[in-house]
């Protein structure tokens, strides 16, 4: 089940972690090294003790851990070094990310964010944008929320295909759907009015 709250904002500010990907390697006699890419797109952790700073912080991570019943529930997580359609200390704009184009049959469209390095360009599927901030274009023309929805995956779907040629664009925040990776939560108590926690939470895959 995904829970559709945020996990506190003041402590995943102080977390730590970011994207990981999965390569095999294998190497042959010679010393060559073959690899192959396992996933297409990332997963992510975070370890979050280090935004714990206080015992009201921890009771906040303790509250989550109960809700999302250790391990088995998702939940919403802000990245603060990447919750943006755009660069982080950048406005949105409507033209951020190209998502597709029109062929005159097409409704649906997936939201998604390219890293470009000069001609390289990897993309990442976006599962939880923030509905309240999300703009939608068609061709640089503002699209009103009422003519499309929005899918659990992050999906658009829209109430009439765009006409073909049509360059459909969005800007976003979004946030990564997580869970805690163990079931059990660790904790320690420092001192008076003090406390720690050794928790990790774990981007979850969500396929269609």
């Known amino acids: 089940m995904f829970i559709n709250e945020i996990f506190p904002e003041d402590i995943s500010n102080g977390a730590q972690g970011g994207p990981r990907y999965s390569t095999s390697r294998t ?13 297409e797109y990332p997963l992510h952790s975070y370890d979050v003790a280090f935004g714990v700073r206080s015992f009201e912080d921890l009771h906040k991570v303790l509250s989550f851990f109960h809700v999302a019943e250790g391990a088995a529930h998702s939940f919403r997580f802000k990245d603060w070094f990447d919750y943006k359609s755009c660069l982080p200390h950048d406005e949105i704009s409507r033209s951020d990310q190209l998502i597709g184009t029109g062929d005159g049959t097409t409704r649906t469209f997936q939201l998604v964010k390219r ?7 990897k993309f990442r599927r976006i599962n939880k944008p923030r509905l309240n901030t999300l703009i939608v274009a068609f061709s640089g023309l503002n699209v009103d929320p009422a003519g499309y929805t929005v899918d659990e995956f992050g999906r658009l779907t829209f109430l009439s295909a765009p006409t073909p040629g049509t ?4 800007g976003y925040e979004f946030d990564v759907p997580v869970s805690f990776e163990e ?26």
């Open 167 to 170: 360059l459909i664009t969005a």
């Open 27 to 39: 190497e042959s006699l010679n010393g060559r090294v073959k690899k192959n890419i396992n996933w």
């Open 183 to 208: 079931d059990d939560l660790p904790t320690n108590l420092d001192g008076y009015d003090n406390g720690t926690v050794n928790v990790v939470l774990t981007e979850e895959r969500l396929i269609p």
């Open 115 to 121: 890293y470009t390095v000069g001609p390289h360009v």
